[in-house]
């Protein structure tokens, strides 16, 4: 049971290049997540889906775009990279259907924008 | 003011001591609360669900002060092991505004 998956790993852009981050969850969850922590800030919450076709945007969506359309996998695209979404990325799922349950998280997404 | 927030530390510690950090919400009606526990560099996990009543699981206690605002974890007979940096989490809503809220953590690090 691998839980959440998060790809790649670690990446670094250039400015103004686009590229999308995957999660995959094989736990059958509805509410899924993408987080990015900085340094002092603590876990953001960008955008978050309820289930199958649907995102909601969160605190700070600027800049991201999700889309969720299998149930399992939730994307996270930057369309033109910016060096101030130099971060940390994390995605989660919930199995609660109220988005009041514990979040399981991925082991984040190291990106670097030069 | 912060909707949830914790002190950042860090909490020094000898080993074997008792240690107990808070974290406040602004919320009055939020309804779910957790303890996450998170390594350098490595991704938050749960360490336990807030519950009313208070909760136990070994060394670590979880209270709940609905009054006053407030969630805390109290970690017994302290480990090399325990340091970390601990995230309590705070939901709020059943509506469309509904969310949940990480504080930015309280670093611990237990010495020998």
């Known amino acids: 049971n691998a839980g959440v998956t998060q790809t790649p790993k670690f990446r670094v852009l250039k400015t103004g290049q686009s590229m999308t981050l995957l999660c995959a969850q094989d736990m059958n969850h509805e509410y899924m997540y993408w987080y990015r922590q900085d340094p002092g800030m603590g876990l953001r919450l960008i955008h978050y889906?309820?289930?199958?076709?649907?995102?909601a945007k969160g605190e700070v969506p600027d800049g991201y775009n999700v889309s969720r359309l299998k149930k399992q996998n939730f994307l996270l695209g930057l369309e033109s990279a910016a060096p101030s979404q130099t971060s940390v990325y994390f995605c989660?799922?919930?199995?609660?259907?109220?988005?009041?349950?514990?979040?399981?998280f991925g082991d984040g997404t190291r990106l670097s924008i030069l | 003011r912060k909707e949830v927030e914790q002190d950042p530390g860090p909490f020094n510690v000898p080993e074997g001591a008792t240690v107990a950090f808070n974290c406040t919400y602004s919320n009055s009606a939020s309804q779910s609360f957790f303890w996450y526990r998170q390594d350098c560099r490595k991704e938050p996990k749960l360490l336990m669900s807030v519950y009313s009543s208070g909760n136990e699981d070994g060394r670590f206690t979880a209270q709940l002060n609905r009054a006053s605002q407030y969630i805390s974890l109290l970690i017994r007979d302290s480990k090399l092991s325990d340091s970390a940096t601990y995230l309590c989490a705070v939901f709020s809503g059943y509506s469309s505004a509904s969310k949940i809220i990480f504080g930015s953590g309280t670093r611990l690090s237990i010495r020998p």
């Open positions: 989660a799922s919930s199995y609660s259907s109220t988005g009041d349950g514990p979040q399981h």
């Open positions: 889906s309820v289930g199958e076709g649907t995102t």
